[in-house]
Structures are given as structure tokens and as C-alpha cells.
């Protein structure tokens, strides 16, 4: 019997786990005899990207490496020196060729993302670093760019992580992600300086720009998510910008000092038809003679748990700009929180068109306005917030619903709040409800000024405004109802409508009331024909009248007087409602009106 024995060979394939390696740059290294280690680096960053693994960490000493577009293509840490990122340098090595796309004309991108989670670390990247090329050109296109689907091998690429990255010098971007369904960017502790086209930050899809530091460029940071972009809350938070404005050379110029473009510091730019929500919040935007047209704070279709928060905003010799723009949420609103914004000349402080409802508001709460030299020549010039239904530089036409109250203080404009129709064909209604500001609307020309919509101004302090405090004009209509309206040199509310508004409990910085024909003794600010406004609030605490009872035939009377009583008030002693003796001046503490000997009940007004 023949016995055969059979031999299977089995190989298993054991799991083996990778552990991420740190691998080494230099300038003093070698692409032929390195091994990437720290003690025989390899040269160039792309040689070091190539030769990596997933997860690697690429180390880049000091030195200046002309290197461009390093395509990186897997998960990787690519880090410089993280005390000191100005000593290590990527330049570009040849001239690029300065046109409006990312990828075409002899493009020099720096950094090249092909890959998810990839993040880029204390570094500086400097298009004018190569000394051989030529003089003061800014020879990258972009510092650091995706490569997005229109391109060969392009993708979607999540995750990308920059961190205290140095930019100077770029042509057409700073940082540029795109497509819109990116998720996961975030931009943090980088400086961009000097980008000669277009955008410090350009960051498609959802992700953040946090404590950032951008000077000199057409556009700071720009937001642009669409329909694609996946959930989640864009913030473009602590960033600083200065001189975000036109110059020779950006976009939309077109000689001779004519531009074309409006700059702005940071645009929220939604390109879907669904508002969603931004945050913009503790950003500084600093323009100083420069950035004429600008704009500070842009969003267009945010809604209605957006936010914009504790940002100071100062646009100071420049015209023509506007703070905050919010734009186009159509019955969303948002919330325009403690914000303070200086703007001067024809600027514009906070301007709001075709956004809010009753449902869903604008609120514009704690914000802190001041004008400088401010000059009027059309609307939205010189004003501290103004409310319209068209856009002031387009053909856009919605109607709002904003609501201005808890604190908001605006001073120094030409005309403190402005409720403007700008559309004679298709008037859509505005509403804005001025409510509970007593930290005041004064020092402006107008304090609230409106030629159309429907106001509640009630709560607030309107005072010391140069012309008037109130006026209404055209077909606007207003409830105007305890409010204090003193001080303003001509008329506390001026009503030229033909129709009669309740103006109602409000002080008129004098008890006798306002003065109008009808109460020729008030001495408070004057008001118009078309004005009901008795009762008026006296501005007097009412205080409990002392004495009376009953006193013996022959005896001196009693004293009747008052538990306390304000400065600066005269108290009128009456008998069964006509008075008696003379006026009392208040002493801030108790007062007498002598002893009486009639008869009656006695009151005091």
C-alpha cells in the first residue's frame, strides 16, 4: 500500500502596524545619500513628501528652499521651526505667470494639497524669495492650494490643518481651498501679507479662519459654501486685517485710479438659495486712509443662528465703505451683537437690506457706532445704520424686518438711523423696531431719520442731535412712545407725512411738555403739526404728599408738603384742583408749602 503524503504551504499575512516616522529636511542634505533621518536629511521637500508614508511627520530645517508646486498626495505633518518660522523659507524657482487661475500660465503654487489630513506648520512661504527672478514680482500664484476636481487627479480633500504659516508675496491667494463640499478646514495663527490680486484667505466648503493676521490685500477672508458643503458652523474668528482695499493691480482695476471691485475684510458668501449659519466674531478690520468702497463685515444668506460679535471695525479717511453689509437672507435674520465700528467721511456704519422677518429679525443689539467728519450726498452716506429695500450699489430689491434695541449707542453720523425705500418701482416694506437703547442716539445731524416703513421707536435716548431728533417723511409711519427727545437744536420729531403719529408718554427734556402752537408753555423740544403728543411724560417722580387731619378754630393750620421731591422741579400746591401759593422749588429731599387754614383736599403737581 503506497502512502502519499500531501503537503499544503499556507502563508499568513500578519497585520503589521505602521508607526508614523519623522523624517528630515535640509538645505545641507542630500536626495542621493540621505535616508531622511535627522542625522543624513534629504534636501527638498518634494523629494521628502515622495519617499514618506501616510502619517509621517517631514521635519524642514532652517534654511531657503526654491522649490515649487510640492504636490503633497498623502497624510502628512510638513513642519518648520515652530519658535521661529521665518527661518525656514519656500520660494518659488521659476517666474510665474501672474494670471487669474490657479493652475494654468506657468502657475508656481507653493504647496500643492492632493490628500485628506494633511497639515502645514511654521513655515514661511515668500513669493519674492528667490533672489534670481525678477525684482518685487510676487512669483507664487498661491502659497498654499488644492487641487480641486477641474484639474487632473484633483479631488475633494478634507481636514487640510495650517497653522502659524508666514505668507508674503503671493499673486492671486494667499491660501486657497476649493471645492465648496470641503469639510474640516482650519486656517489658524497664520500671517498673509501683500497678496497683489486678490484674496489673503479664499476657503470653499466648511471650515474656520481663526487668529489669523492679513494686511494689504483686495480681499481678507472669503467664506463660500453652496449647497454641497457639508453641516456644520463657518467661523471666521480673532483674525486682523488692515488695508483691505483697491490698488494698482488688484482685481476689478481699471486704470487711471478707476476700480471696478469692492474690497472686503471678511465676506461671508453663500452661494446656495438656502441661508446658513456663519460665525464672524473678535476679528479687528483696520483701514487708515486706504480701502475707500470697502467693505468691513460682508454676508450675504446667513441665517438665522449666524452671528457677528465683538468686532471693532475702524475705517478712518476712507469713503464710501461700510462696516457691516448684511445682505440678502431675505426672510432670515441674524444677530449683529456689541460690535464697535469709527467710520468717517461718506462710510457707512451697519447697512441692512433684504434680510429679517417678523419671524426671523436682524437684531442689532449693544453695538457702539461713532462717526467722523461724516458728509451726506445720497443714501447710506455718513449714517451710522440704515435700512433699506434695495441694495445701495445694485439692483437687488427685498423687503426687511430689523429689530435695534438693548444698548446700541450712535453717534457723530449725519444721520443716526436711516429707513430709506430706494425703490420707486417695487417698493417692498421695510420694519425696524428702535427699542430700549438708552445708552443714545445723539451728536448726529438726525438722530432717526425715515422716508418709508413702519417704526416702534419706544425706550430710547434721542438727544443733542444738531438738526432733529425724529423725522419722518414721505409714507413712513411710526409709534413713538416713552422715549426721551431732549436737547435736539430744532425739533425733537419733525412729521412732514400729512399723517398724524402717536408720540405719546415720551419727555421732551422739560415737564411743561414740548413746545407746538397748542402748548405754547412747553419749553421741551418742539414738535411738529401731525404730533399727538399728550400725554407727555413729565420726567417728575410722584411722591406722597404729607400732613393734613383736622386743626381747632383759632389755631395756626396744618403744613402740608411732600416726602421728597427732585432738583430742578417746581411743585404747584393745589386745593379741590385749583392751586394755591406759589410754586416750590425742588431741593432733592423734602419740601413744605407752609400751614394751611382752608378746608379741602390738597394735592400737588
Known amino acids: 500500500i503506497s502512502i502519499q503524503a500531501v503537503i499544503f504551504l499556507v502563508t499568513l499575512l500578519i497585520p503589521v502596524m505602521c508607526l508614523a516616522m519623522d523624517r528630515y529636511v535640509s538645505t545641507t542634505g542630500s536626495n542621493i545619500t540621505g535616508d531622511g533621518t535627522v542625522a543624513n536629511p534629504w534636501q ?15 521635519h524642514i530645517a532652517a534654511g531657503t528652499y526654491m522649490e515649487s508646486n510640492i504636490t503633497v498626495d498623502k497624510t502628512l505633518s510638513i513642519t518648520g521651526n515652530p519658535s521661529n518660522r521665518e527661518s525656514v523659507i519656500v520660494a518659488p524657482v521659476a517666474e510665474d505667470g501672474n494670471a487669474d487661475n490657479p493652475f494654468g500660465n506657468n502657475a508656481q503654487n507653493g504647496f500643492v494639497i492632493k490628500a485628506h489630513d494633511i497639515t502645514i506648520s511654521n513655515l514661511t512661504l515668500n513669493g519674492r524669495g528667490n533672489p534670481g527672478l525678477t525684482y518685487e514680482k510676487n512669483n507664487f500664484r498661491a502659497a498654499i492650494i488644492t487641487l480641486d476636481p477641474s484639474q487632473a ?8 490643518h495650517i497653522s502659524n504659516v508666514l505668507i508674503k508675496y503671493a499673486y492671486r491667494r494667499g491660501i486657497s481651498v476649493f471645492p465648496r463640499n470641503v469639510t474640516g478646514t482650519l486656517i489658524e ?64 482695476d481699471l486704470g487711471s485710479g478707476n476700480y471696478l471691485g469692492q474690497p472686503r475684510g471678511i465676506q461671508f458668501d453663500n452661494a446656495s438659495g438656502t441661508p446658513r449659519a456663519v460665525e464672524i466674531s473678535n476679528n479687528q478690520i483696520t483701514n487708515l486712509n486706504f480701502g475707500s468702497d470697502a467693505v468691513g463685515i460682508y454676508t450675504r444668506r446667513a441665517d438665522e443662528n449666524s452671528l457677528i ?16 453689509l448684511v445682505g440678502w437672507s431675505y426672510a432670515n435674520g441674524c444677530m449683529v451683537r456689541n460690535n464697535t465700528l469709527i467710520v468717517s467721511g461718506t462710510s457707512c456704519g451697519i447697512s ?74 417695487d417698493p417692498r416694506p421695510l420694519t425696524v423696531e428702535v427699542i430700549d437703547n438708552p445708552s443714545s442716539i445723539e451728536g448726529n445731524t438726525y438722530g432717526i431719520i425715515a422716508n418709508f416703513g413702519d417704526l416702534i421707536i419706544t425706550g430710547n435716548r434721542i438727544a443733542s442731535n444738531s438738526n432733529c431728533g425724529i423725522a419722518l417723511t414721505g409714507s413712513a409711519t411710526a409709534l413713538i412712545q416713552n422715549n426721551e427727545i431732549s436737547n435736539n437744536q430744532y425739533w425733537g420729531l419733525n412729521n412732514a407725512t400729512g399723517s398724524t403719529t402717536d408720540a405719546t408718554n415720551n419727555w421732551w427734556g422739560a415737564c411743561s411738555g414740548p413746545y407746538h402752537a397748542t402748548n405754547p408753555t412747553g419749553t421741551g ?76 383736599t390738597y394735592t400737588v403737581a
Open 525 to 600: 423740544n418742539p414738535v411738529s403739526d401731525n404730533v399727538s403728543f399728550i400725554p407727555w411724560n413729565t420726567g417728575v417722580t410722584a411722591y406722597t404728599v404729607t400732613g393734613g387731619g383736622i386743626y381747632c378754630e383759632g389755631g395756626l393750620g396744618l403744613a402740608v408738603g411732600l416726602a421728597n421731591s427732585q432738583q430742578s422741579v417746581n411743585y404747584q400746591l393745589y386745593r379741590n384742583g385749583t392751586p394755591t401759593g406759589n410754586p416750590v422749588p425742588g431741593t432733592g429731599s423734602s419740601i413744605s408749602f407752609g400751614l394751611q387754614l382752608e378746608a379741602g
Open 44 to 58: 527638498t521637500i518634494q523629494f521628502a513628501v515622495t519617499n514618506s508614508l501616510a502619517g509621517d511627520v517631514i
Open 189 to 252: 495663527n497664520c500671517s498673509i501679507d501683500h497678496i497683489a490680486f486678490n484674496h489673503a484667505i479664499y476657503l470653499a466648503g466648511q471650515g474656520s479662519a481663526l487668529n489669523n493676521v492679513i494686511n494689504y490685500c483686495f480681499q481678507g477672508i472669503v467664506l463660500n459654501p453652496d449647497a454641497t458643503t457639508p453641516a456644520g458652523v463657518i467661523k471666521a474668528n480673532g483674525n486682523i486685517l488692515t488695508n483691505i482695499g483697491n490698488f494698482p493691480g488688484c482685481w476689478g
Open 309 to 324: 460679535e465683538n468686532n471693532n471695525i475702524t475705517f478712518l479717511l476712507c469713503n464710501g465703505a461700510e462696516g457691516i
Open 352 to 425: 441692512i437690506f433684504g434680510s429679517g422677518s417678523v419671524e426671523k429679525p436682524v437684531y442689532l443689539e449693544g453695538n457702539t457706532l461713532f462717526g467722523v467728519n461724516p458728509l451726506y450726498t445720497q443714501t447710506g452716506e455718513g449714517t451710522g445704520v440704515v435700512v433699506s429695500n434695495k441694495y445701495l450699489n445694485g439692483t437687488d430689491v427685498y423687503e426687511s424686518y430689523v429689530i435695534i434695541r438693548d444698548n446700541n449707542s450712535i453717534t457723530g453720523f449725519v444721520r443716526g438711523i436711516d429707513v430709506v425705500n430706494m425703490s420707486l418701482t
Open 153 to 160: 487627479e484633483g479631488g475633494v480633500w478634507n481636514n487640510l
